[in-house]
């Protein structure tokens, strides 16, 4: 599996957990995570080595950050996942799995 790709279904798992137990407190994982996966996503296609630096600094100062309208960040998860052209069949049925709860959460 592709790093972006692994980045991206963790966030998704989170994703999935926060909608279903309502629990804001993992939107700054969930974050950490899609930052991550862009960060991969442009390695791959550029070549260039910016992973070490980008992926240190997604990290730093997530444990605090929360959302009252996570919503937004799982629309944007699903987003980036979109953009990174998601391959797995397991990430694709997460990402199916995430969207219908979302949508059956509004």
Do not use: C, H
């Amino acid at each position: 599996m592709r790093l972006a790709e692994q980045f991206i279904k963790d966030a998704l798992f989170l994703s999935l957990k926060m909608i279903n137990e309502n629990d804001p407190s993992l939107v700054g994982k969930i974050w950490e995570n899609v930052i991550k996966a862009i960060v991969a996503f442009a390695q791959e296609k550029s070549g260039k080595d910016v992973l070490a630096l980008a992926l240190g600094m997604a990290s730093i100062n997530v444990e605090g950050f929360r959302s009252n309208n996570y919503k937004s960040i799982v629309k944007e998860t699903l987003k980036v996942a979109d953009k990174i052209g998601i391959q797995d069949e397991e990430v694709k049925k997460l990402y199916q799995e995430v969207k219908d709860n979302l949508e059956e959460s509004e």
